[in-house]
């Protein structure tokens, strides 16, 4: 099983290593295939790595369990290094969601980026991280996943600004790099704390000895960690990275918003669960960011008028409803969530990408009128869209509505967990009681495997250990169940408006409106189908099956947004549904000026310190260097007197001296 999984991550490494040294050259070679040399050497790696992920899945599936191997150990003369893999029922199914996403950018890429001159550096970097995240999903060792964190954070910065010429693309790369780093920071000092503390960084290891730590540094630990959660998951106040980083291809942002980079801050929470629910205050303080993020980005993707820029803002508040999960216990829906997101979102972004390509504008305003010329496009970004609203029977209804209910509960029931008797294992697994009418566990099904859930024991907790895991503030968990309920509103308006300035009324544009290529118009319908049925494969876990009180609020809620927007609409459909919002949409477009506020507060005066710090290296340390130098020239000049190399200047001085001599031994004697 480790072999496996070792070769998953493995295939797309040495596909980029193989693409950066022979794509262009086997291009003259492979004629007349799609793609040329760095198309095969992109698509059948990752293709080979997809097959073997549903096997590690399907492997755990029929026998649930954690597998770990190590493949070599690294002594530090204090805490060791074991580089080895964890393959359980969570690391099993994300890997197989990342290397789905994966293959499916690297496919449409073939016909998107036909013609770019660096198609072979793309997709080798793209190989590159695809094969960063697998080593994140799959790192049994804090520090082996943080090598494949940092990997993708610089994939980033090379994909965003591939077209780096435009002065956009390459800005945006600097800060996304930058912002990134910023909260890497915190997590690695984070890792280093949790595992020193634990004397180990194997994940296994960490958690079971979470509980013997002090809480304090379990809550310094979890709160660093937190920051480089907020840095790769985009979640304010470091989500404003995202947003820009739209200036890359299309593909790029189905990759880094799908599967890769920011889902990578969410699995992270998920895989170190056990150490989270030690810490009521970082659990809370996850939950005052996820309410901030996912109600601030809605308001902000409610009045884009750039498409990319409103699936950017969807994606920060959809993984912000995953950390929201997470804050009130509710880790199997909000991985469930994750695994939805990743189908619907990639869905979205490449079918934007096909009306890009149609229209040549981002603007929601050029477009109109393409249901019927677009076919597939039309009906594939309505799957996507009606997942992303939480439409039923769609993914996203399954997953959001576990959500909801979750965070109901903990609201109403003082903050406490809506499982029933939990308990944290060694592994980080939690443990729940079913509810009384079910007389023993139900035998898990593949959803469960996804989240973990389903266990034959049940233990019940005891001691302050078991306070410490069910405690979150109540008012933290109602900001919480809230926020919720207003962003599926908000996320059902933006949606709405969306589709109908994409789809319906006259077109707005010049251009002569068709689905693209086959390559990508086949690879959006593709995703249509996870899109629109993987929620009906978290029927077999009991918290993730629909709660009639938690699906009928939501149901309303959605037509609540929805209809509000197409009736905005239906008054005059050549005009933007968003001019309702008035004096606050630009308030809305500018995302509540957070970079405006950023500039003012941070790079001016950094500028400003910047300038002082040249100027005082000019006038200070550059004039002390250059005046010892010239200090330095003028005693050579004095110096360099008597040493001028004239033999008879040196002749001269000689006699002269042996006479002041002769003339100093008679006066004197």
Known sequence: MIWLASLTALLPFLAAFAGMLFGPSLTRVLRGVPGGGPGVLACAPVAVSLVLSAVVAFAVWRDPGERTGTLALVDTGSVPIRVGLQVDGLSAVVGLMVCCVAAAVQVYSVAYMKGDRRYSSYAAFISLFTSAMLLVVYAGDLLVLYAGWEVMGICSYFLIGHHWEERANSRAAVKAFLVTRLGDVGFLIGVIVLGVGAGTFEISGILARAGDLPSSTVT???????????????????????????????????????????????????????????????????????????????????????????LAYSTISQLAVMAAGLAVGAKTAAVFHLLTHGAFKALLFLAAGCVIVTAGSNLLAHYGGLWRAMPVTFWSMTVGLAALAGVPPFSGWFSKDSIIEAAQHSATHGG?????GVSVHAAGWVDYAPPPEIASPPKCAAASHVCEALVAKIQAPAGPLAASVVTLPGGAAWLVYLGLLLTVVLTAAYAMRTWLMTFFGEQRGTYEPRDPSRFMSWTVAALAVPAAILGFFGLGAAELRPHLGASLLSAVLVVLGAGAAFLLWNRDPALDPARALGPVRPVFARAFFVDELYAVAIVRPVRALARYVVAFDRRGVDAAVIGTAHGARRLAGVLRVPQNGNPQTYLTGLLAGVVVIVAGVVIFL
């Open 416 to 420: 406490s967990l809506p499982e029933q």
């Open 220 to 310: 310094a630990a979890a709160l660093l960690l937190l920051a480089g959660v907020a840095g790769k998951s985009a979640q304010f106040p470091l989500h404003t990275w995202l947003p820009d980083a739209m200036a890359g291809p299309t593909p790029i942002s189905a990759l880094i918003h799908a599967a890769t980079m920011v889902a990578a801050g969410v699995y992270v929470v998920a895989r170190l669960y056990g150490v989270f629910l030690l810490t009521p205050g970082a659990r809370t303080v996850l939950a005052v960011i996820a309410v901030v993020s996912m109600v601030g980005a809605a308001c902000a993707a409610l009045a884009q008028d750039d498409l990319k820029r409103v």
